[in-house]
Structures are given as C-alpha cells and as structure tokens.
C-alpha cells in the first residue's frame, strides 16, 4: 500500500512539473547579466548609471531624456547625476552611483583628467562602462580606457564634419569674417567642430577672427557681445553649441548696431534653434547626436546580456562615425512637432535592432551601418 502512495505521489510531481514547463510566465532565476528564460519575452532589467554635465542646458538634458526613454524600451532605468559643470563632482558623483551597484556606467567626458579616473573607479567596483559623444583626443589617454576589462565600447558623432557642413554653408552664403562662440578649450566636441570649421572656411578663401570660450552656457550672452563688440567687420557667427548660440542671439538683440546683419550658425538641433531657423534669426544648424548615449546603451545591454559587440580586431567597438543631421527650413515645424510630442528619431523596434535579445545576428557592422544612415533615420520622422 505505502508503495503504491509513493508511486502516485512521484506521478503527481512529475505531472505537476510538466504543467510548470508548459506555463507561459514561468521564470528561472537568473544571475546580472544572463537573459531570463521566458516564454513571455521577458529579459534581465539593468540600472546605468549617467552623468549630466550640468542641467539646464537643453543639449546636455537631451541626452539623458532619450537614454531614459530608450532604457524604458528594455525594461530598464537610468541614474542620473548633475555634475553642476564641475570637474570635481564628476568623480564623486560617479562614487556614489557605484556605491548603489549599478549594473553599468555611460560616461560623458569633458575634461580629458576625467576618464583615467572613472575608468580606475569602474575597473575598483568591476563595472562596464561605456563613453558616448565625447573620447579622449590622445591615444595614450585613451589606452587608460582601453585597457581597463571593463570598456565595452564608445559611441561619437563626427563632430569635425559638423564643423565643416557649417562653413561650408556660411561660405556658400557668401560669407568671408568670422567669429565663434564655443565652450571651454579641451571639450573634444567643441575642439573637433572648431578645427573642423577653421579649416573650411580658410581653405574656402574666408577667415576666422576670433573665438570667446565660455566655462558654460550661462556666460555665453556677455561673451558674445565682447566677441561682436570686437570684430565688427565680422559678417558670420558660428555657434559651436546650441545653448551657445542661443546666447549670442540674445546678445544681437540687445544690441543697437549692424550686428543684427551677422548670419548664424550653429551645431546642436533643439526646438529653440528650429524656431530660429523659421524666424530667420538662423541661418543654418546641425545636429541630433544626442542620441549617441542611448545607442551606448545598447552596447552595455549586449555585453550584460553575454553578447558583447567587438569590433574586427575583437576589442570593443570605438565608433565615431554617428552622422549629423543637417535640419532645412521646410522640416523645421515638423522637428518642433515632433519634440512637443515627446517622440523620439529612433523608433522602439529600431533601438531593439540593435541588441542580441531581439536581433541574434546584430554585430559591429549593424551598428555601424545604423550609425552612417542616422540622417535618414531622422528625417524619415519628420518628412
């Protein structure tokens, strides 16, 4: 008799495990970093951590809102710390983050101190990390990042063409003086754009005057009316920032001279530099790169999910080849639109694309490919 309960109770088991096996929400229990093992298409959720520059500025702020957004797409979440456009905080900021255990770290360099440091702080609490918008300059400050286990990748726009396609549009509208107005010296965006503008237009027969540097966006009014107070004979004002710009047209307003005859330029698409566009205060702008955090991400989801990106050498990717989008008047409206509306130029399944847990066959050369044809990804949003 105790053989036959036994018997049924063992039959009860094995019939109650199959049930457990066929139930479409049952889970397994997995470790950071491994993909659930799901019939409901459920993965692990990651938490990054983010700095922000200082907040504030529109294209600072951008950034960190689609690498939110993006996140959400994954199930996972963005800490994000306010470095106050201080050196200093970026490190301890960056401490207290990795005291909460974040599962990675996407990091926007300005100084090139910085990322010999934060990558001896991911290297001591054994976190990934990527660089997004802004890498070393230098290779022998780049070998700190390289060399740490730890880097999973970097993803940068091609902040010299951004240059260049504005030169070229300020020389093609006849423009020959000009002056810019930038962030502080050792911003590689900023360094990049400037080189990049500098060498196109005095190869275009045209001539730089001279440039005012701003420690950040809020002293960008009062530089540039020094900057145009100085160079009166300037006929083109580059801005190499968006909120840099923005500040030397406010500066032209206040101003009761030719200085409203300047035309301007300027890296860095926001609805503000759109409506300026359309209201003519604007000549022409570039832009959209604030992505290139979110897409870092993915790089950072590939590598927890244990499919690491690597690039044709089998070392972590370092793609600098996000294109800018240049933005014509008749799209202008529709970008503010689309803003407003909270939406983004990367669609969810586009973001999804990208990694491993819904494309098994996305490599190097997918997210490169995505990265050259970004232009026509944004515009298909808004044309």
């Not at 959720?45 to 996140?71: D, M, Q, R, V």
């Amino acid at each position: 008799m105790k053989v036959k309960v036994l018997s049924l109770l063992l039959a009860l088991v094995m019939i109650l495990g199959l049930v457990a096996a066929c139930d479409g929400n049952a889970t397994t229990t997995t470790t950071p970093g491994t993909t659930e093992t799901t019939a409901g298409d459920s993965f692990a959720s990651y938490t990054f951590a983010h700095n922000l520059w200082g907040s504030g500025a529109y294209p600072l702020e951008i950034i960190a809102k689609e690498a939110k957004t993006e996140l959400a797409v994954f199930g996972c979440e963005l800490d994000v710390a306010d470095n106050q456009f201080t050196v200093d905080k970026v490190v301890t900021d960056l401490q207290a983050q990795l005291a909460k255990d974040v599962d990675g770290v996407q990091f926007f360099g300005v100084a090139p101190t910085m990322f010999a440091s934060v990558a001896q702080l991911c290297n001591e609490a054994k976190t990934p990390f990527v660089l997004y918008d802004k890498i070393p300059q230098t290779e022998e400050i780049f070998a700190a990042v390289k060399n740490s286990e730890y880097f999973v990748g970097a993803i940068s726009a091609e902040e010299y063409a951004a240059g260049v396609g504005m030169a070229e549009a300020a020389l093609a509208d006849g423009c020959s003086k000009a002056i810019l107005v930038r962030a502080a010296v050792g911003d590689y965006s900023h360094d990049e754009r400037e080189r990049g503008f500098t060498e196109t237009f005095v190869a275009g027969g045209g001539e730089v005057l001279g440039t005012t540097n701003c420690a950040d966006p809020s002293e960008a009014v009062t530089k540039s009316n020094d900057l145009i107070t100085a160079y009166p004979e300037a006929d083109c004002l580059y801005g190499l920032g968006g909120d840099f710009v923005v500040g030397a047209i406010n500066a032209i307003k206040s101003r009761n001279d030719d200085s409203s005859n300047l035309k301007l330029y300027a890296t860095d698409i926001s609805p503000d530099l759109a409506q300026a566009l359309i209201d003519g205060e604007l000549n022409g702008v570039n832009g959209g790169q604030w992505v290139a955090g979110a897409i870092a991400n993915t790089l950072l989801i590939n590598y927890l999910d244990g499919h690491p990106i690597l690039d044709e050498d089998g070392n972590p990717p370092v793609f600098e080849n996000l294109q800018m989008v240049n933005l014509a008047i008749e799209d202008a409206q529709a970008f503010i639109d689309m803003m407003k509306e909270n939406k983004s130029p990367i669609s969810d399944d586009e973001y999804k694309s990208l990694t491993y847990r819904y494309n098994p066959d996305v490599s190097y050369q997918t997210i490169s490919d995505f990265l050259a044809n970004y232009p026509d990804t944004f515009l298909a949003k808004i044309q």
